[in-house]
Structures are given as C-alpha cells and as structure tokens.
C-alpha cells in the first residue's frame, strides 16, 4: 500500500481546514496580523491516545475533542477565536480513512467556532496517536480574564451541566446504575464526554463582567480550588445549585454515590467564573442573550482552605488534584 | 517514591522559564500584547523520541533540539522570538533528574535566544517522550519571508555548513570512514546533529535582502525543491561551492559517496534563500555583519524540473523527500 507524502496529505486534508493566515499551509510557519488595540491569548493542550481517549474512539470524536478543549480555554479567558495550529504524531497503523475523518471534522468544528488552521507539522509517532493544539485568540487590550483574581464575596458560576462527561466515560464499564437510564440518556452521557461543547458564545460576557474564570476539564471541585487557591482564597458551595442534566439526575437517583464522580470528574469542559454579586444580574442577563446557560453555586470566602460544599446533612471537601489528566 | 505534581512540576521547573507573558504559568493562557505595527509568525514542530532524537540522548540535548528547531524555523521567516508553548508527554519513567536537566538547559537556550516559555501543557505519553513546541515570533507588518516567492535569476544562499548532522548521526554506526576523523572532528559532528545552532541572527538580513526562505531541516537537496518548487521554478546548484566544515571534508575525502548523505541528509537547521543579484553584496555584508557566515551556492532558474546538483565529471537531481522525519 502507498501511502501519502507528508506534502501529498497537508495539500489533501489540511489545506481544505487552512485559514488566510496559514498561508494554504504551503509556507514553514503562520502569519498573525493582530488587530491594533487587541491582545492575543495563547493556549496549548495535548491529547494522547489511551490518556484522554481511547484508540478506537471515532476519528471525527478524536478531533472535536482535540480542538474543543482549546477553544474552551480560550472561552474561558473572555477571548474569541483566530486560529490554530495542530501537531500530529500518527501512530504507524494510521489509515487515509482515519485522517480524512479527522480533518474532515476538524474542518467543521473549526468553521463553526471561526477558528481556521494556521499551520502544522506532522511526524511519526513513537507509538499512540498523540494531537496537541496550540490555539489563539483575541481580547481586547487588557481584558483577558484572569484566573488569579477572584475577590472575597464574589458568586461562583458555571455554564451548562456538570459531570456528563464523567458519567459518560463511567458508562463504558456497564456500572450497575447505567439500567436505570433510558437510551437516550446513555446517549446523552457518552456524547458529552465525546464532544466537548466548548462556551465560546460566552466569552464576551466573562470580559464584560467576570472577575476570575477558568474552564472546567479536571473536575468541577478540583478545579474550583485551583481558581480560588491561587488568589489565597477559598468558596462555599451549594452541592444542590451545581446544575445537572436530567440523565445525571437519574443516574444520581439511583446511586447516590456518583456524586463524587459527579463533582471531581473530568471533561466538563464548561467556564467556571467569579462575578462580584452586583454585576452578577447583568451577567445572567448577557450569557442569556448568547444562548448559554449559567448557575449560581456559591460563593468565594477568605478561609483559604479547600473549598466546601455543603448539602442537606454534612459538607465535603476536595482538594487540588482531585482529578487530573496527568 | 513520590513525584512531584503537575502543579508543583511546572512550579518547580518551568515558572523560571517563563516570561512576563507566561503570567508565571499560573493562568491557564499565555497573553501576548503584539507591538503596533508588527506582524506574529508562528511555528509549531514537534520532536519523537526514536524518530528525531534517541531516548537516551542527554536532556539536555533533546531541550536544545526541541527550541532550536523551531527557532530556525523563525530565523529562515525572517522573524525574531517573542515566546513559546511547550506540549510535553512524558513517558512513565520520567525522573526529576531529567525533568531538572531538561528544563534547566531549555532556560538556557530561551535566555540566549530571548525567546522565554509562555505556556503549556504536561501529559502523560502513550510509550515515548514527545515534544511539542509552537514558537511565536514578530516581523514588521508585511515583512515576513515567504517559502513561495523565489524568482528566476536570483541567487541561492546558505548559511553555515551543510552536512555535519548527517554525519553526526551516520557516526554513531561505527561507518569505516570514522577513523579517518580526529576525535575533535568526530566530536563536532555529532554535536552538530545534537544541538542545532539556529541562525536567529541573520533574521533582519534575510528580512531586509531576502526574496525567499526556509530552514535546511530535511536536507539541503529535499528543501531546495521544495523552494523552488512551489514558486514553479528550479535551480542550477554548483556542488562544490556548498559549504562543508573540515569535518564533513574529511569525512568525504575518505569515502566520496557521502556526497549523497550530505546533500540530503537532515538536521542541518540551516538557512537556504534566495536573493537578486543586486541585493547580494548588500545581504553577504549584513549577514557577515550579524556574525553568520553565508555561501552563494547557486541560481534559481526557471526549469521547475527538480534542482541540478553540477560539479565535474556530472550532474545530480534530487526530488522533493530526498529525506523525511515524517
């Protein structure tokens, strides 16, 4: 069997993705011409086959992951899309189907959020398929979002539901409380750990009126005490405000235990932020307006310890690295 | 025995890499304010152990590796380093020691480049150490050089010394033609092929005098099609005007048939280009001026067969692919 060039497979799979900047990917770097009063906001994440998701996942899946999880940093930080950049390492057994798969999603993941390719390198792989995204984004000049400036008193917010994505991936083990959900909620689940839905809609609202903001991938608890951790603060919240989907709620019923999964799971992939409680009406109000939905769970405290939350009958602690990907 | 968290390694070994725009690795993004009335280059290149360096290189070689090649990258685009993020998937038996030397030698060539890290990401590898590096470097608005915009009659130029890290790399099979080498000659060939020298300094010549360039990476006889080739054009190369090293000479007068290995072996992370005639005197003192040493080696003509390689007694052709990492 031949095989494609490595020039053969950017002209026929990649240079369809390119935006204007990469130049039909036919130049040995990107060009980036910044608008004038915009800063730019750069993020990197890696996804290793048999790490952050299994070999034979769909290679439409594989992409929309590898390129969710950057433009959900990016939403996080309050910026918009301007491209990316994408190194392959393809393992020996890769196939034309497969690449032409991924590429073909990636292209529409990045058309959809506006976020074209700007360049690339591919190389062998020492042996699992391994994708890391550098992605860019704008801001303008001095509104990136921090995650270091939550202020005491601030709401602590969060788009979308939480531990979809935990419950999808604990799916895959046919655990004793999947029978208790229907098939479209076992549809539901295993989606949302597939297909992040990254909140770039979102991202304008955080710059007008978010102190501190951060995107949840390592667990709605873990990461809670990394954002208010690193302004030497620490948050109550309310376990029974942290919104859920319907098929979470009906796997929780049954089991109660999920809870933990629930909160410290990975790949939520929504914006967790901090509002100061009298811009928090106008925030609503605009994340509204672009579509996405937000709860209020709690609140951030001067007591620097883990965060806690607090229910009917007791309250929890989780620390940093409750979960993580490493 | 414990290791350190992900947290505490970027801390620990990371944060003194890191420049302003890193915002100390805390963020979850790096944050670039681009300089009014300059243009962002942007390169991503990624390493595999086994593939581009041996597992058991020295850390600090793979950390010189990893930067320089994509330093060279935006030396050949004419571009001087602003940052750059690190995607680093670590196998499982990484040590502190190697994450130590790593780092610590990573720093160094960032220092000396002014090229600081400004973001991240750690993971686990599926079985080998791979790196990913995406480099951000600026140009005055429009002043970037293309691969794509030789023209016929222009002069074809390269930096330094073409060959060494072929034959640092061939050198450790033992070949015969070794022992015609002095340690000290052997000793510079395979640091040649460990440690690029990327040629950041004749960024502005190339900017100023440059119609067209890239960076020697997959050898000199591969990307010298792949210059000329995408503009439509070839090239007329005089071999014996292609700059060896007392080495790589040496090395060739015991055994002539390295010619091949030289002209297309890879790594040499030089800078090939091309300039008019009457901009040649003005580029040979700039660059001479910057400190690199620059040969005319040729002309671009406008037969877009593959580059002629003449010296006497004969003629060579070598296609796009000569050599390839992928």
Redesign the interface.
Known sequence: MTRP???DLIARYFAPVAGEGG?SL?????????R?G???????????????FFPDDPAGSIAVKSLGVNLS??A??G?DPVGF?????LPSNWTEEWLEAFASKLGAVARTARCPL?????????????I?I?A??EVP?GQ?V???TARPGDRICVTGTIGDAALGLALRGNPDWSSALSAEARHFLADRYLHPQPRNAVAASLRDHAHAA??VSDGLAGDLA?LVG?AGLGAVIETDLVPLSPAARAALARDPSLLDAILTGGDDYEVLCTVAEEELALFLRSSDRAGVSVSVIGTVTEDPSPPVFRQAGGEQRYG??SF???
Do not use: C, Q, W
């Open positions: 060039s490595e020039h130049l036919k130049d040995d770097a990107a060009l980036i011409s910044p004038p915009y800063d730019l906001v750069l993020t990197v994440d890696a996804l290793v086959a048999g790490v952050h940093d990016l996080a930080k910026a950049l994408l190194a392959l390492a700007l360049g690339g390198d591919t190389v062998r792989a020492a042996s699992g398929l391994t890391s550098t860019i984004g000049k990136m921090r995650r270091t951060m995107d990394k690193t940093v690295g993580s990907h490493f």
